[in-house]
T-cell receptor
Framework: QKEVEQNSGPLSVPEGAIASLNCTYS??????FFWYRQYSGKSPELIMS????GDKEDGRFTAQLNKASQYVSLLIRDSQPSDSATYLC?????????????FGKGTKLSVKP | GAGVSQSPSNKVTEKGKDVELRCDPI?????LYWYRQSLGQGLEFLIY????????KSGLPSDRFSAERTGGSVSTLTIQRTQQEDSAVYLC?????????????FGNGTRLTVT
C-alpha cells in the first residue's frame, strides 16, 4: 500500500516567519512530487512540483526533495495571512501506477497577523 | 472553457437513489481522475482514465460506483443506491498526459449529500 504521510497540524506561524511543511512517502520508486494548496471549501491548486533531489525555488516557495530519505518539504518564506490553508503533498508512482497521484491528508497552516 | 468543469456543483439525494456526476476536462488533456474528499479528510483516489487504455479502477470503494469516459473527453461518475457514507465532495482532475511531470488540474468539485 503506497502511502504519503503529513503532519495534520495545525501549524501556526506568525506573519513574516518561515513555515516548514514536511511529507514522507513509502514508495521508493516514486518519480514526481507536488505540493497543492487548498483553501477551505475550495479545490486544490498546484503550488510547486519537484522531480530531482535538491531545492527548487519559486518566489516565496521552496520545495526540497531527498529521495534517499523519502521525504519532500515545502518552505514558505515571509508567510502571509493569505497563506493560511491546508497544504497537500502528492506523489506520483512508477510503472503501473505511474498515472495515479497519491495524496497525503494535508497539513493545515495558520499564519497569524 | 479554460479549466476543468464539474456539474452539478451541489447534489442532495435520498438514500437509495442513483446519482450521476459529470466532469469535462481541460481540452487536450488525455488523463482524467476522480477523487473524493470527505469532510476534514484527504483526497481518496477513485478511478483514473488515460486515453483509450483500460481505466485504473483500483480506488472504487464498492461495486455501486462506476465511471465511464466517452470519446476520450467527458466523464461520468455514477453512484448507485447511494448511502449516507457516500456524502463527500467529488473532485475531478485532468492532466496533459500521465507522465511523471504532468500535474493535475482540479475542477471545483461536486458536493454530494445523501439524506
Amino acid at each position: 500500500q503506497k502511502e504519503v504521510e503529513q503532519n495534520s497540524g495545525p501549524l501556526s506561524v506568525p506573519e513574516g516567519a518561515i513555515a516548514s511543511l514536511n511529507c514522507t512517502y513509502s514508495d521508493r520508486g516514486s518519480q514526481s512530487f507536488f505540493w497543492y494548496r487548498q483553501y477551505s471549501g475550495k479545490s486544490p491548486e498546484l503550488i510547486m512540483s519537484i522531480y530531482s533531489n535538491g531545492d527548487k525555488e519559486d518566489g516565496r516557495f521552496t520545495a526540497q526533495l531527498n529521495k534517499a530519505s523519502q521525504y519532500v518539504s515545502l518552505l514558505i518564506r515571509d508567510s502571509q495571512p493569505s497563506d493560511s490553508a491546508t497544504y497537500l503533498c502528492a506523489v506520483r508512482g512508477y510503472g503501473g501506477s505511474q498515472g495515479n497521484l497519491i495524496f497525503g491528508k494535508g497539513t493545515k497552516l495558520s499564519v497569524k497577523p | 472553457g479554460a479549466g476543468v468543469s464539474q456539474s452539478p456543483s451541489n447534489k442532495v439525494t435520498e438514500k437509495g437513489k442513483d446519482v450521476e456526476l459529470r466532469c469535462d476536462p481541460i481540452s487536450g488533456h488525455t488523463a482524467l481522475y476522480w477523487y473524493r474528499q470527505s469532510l476534514g479528510q484527504g483526497l481518496e483516489f477513485l478511478i483514473y482514465f488515460q486515453g483509450n487504455s483500460a481505466p485504473d479502477k483500483s480506488g472504487l470503494p464498492s461495486d455501486r460506483f462506476s465511471a465511464e469516459r466517452t470519446g476520450g473527453s467527458v466523464s461520468t461518475l455514477t453512484i448507485q443506491r447511494t448511502q449516507q457514507e457516500d456524502s463527500a465532495v467529488y473532485l475531478c482532475a485532468s492532466s496533459l498526459d500521465p507522465t511523471a511531470s504532468s500535474p493535475l488540474h482540479f475542477g471545483n468539485g461536486t458536493r454530494l449529500t445523501v439524506t
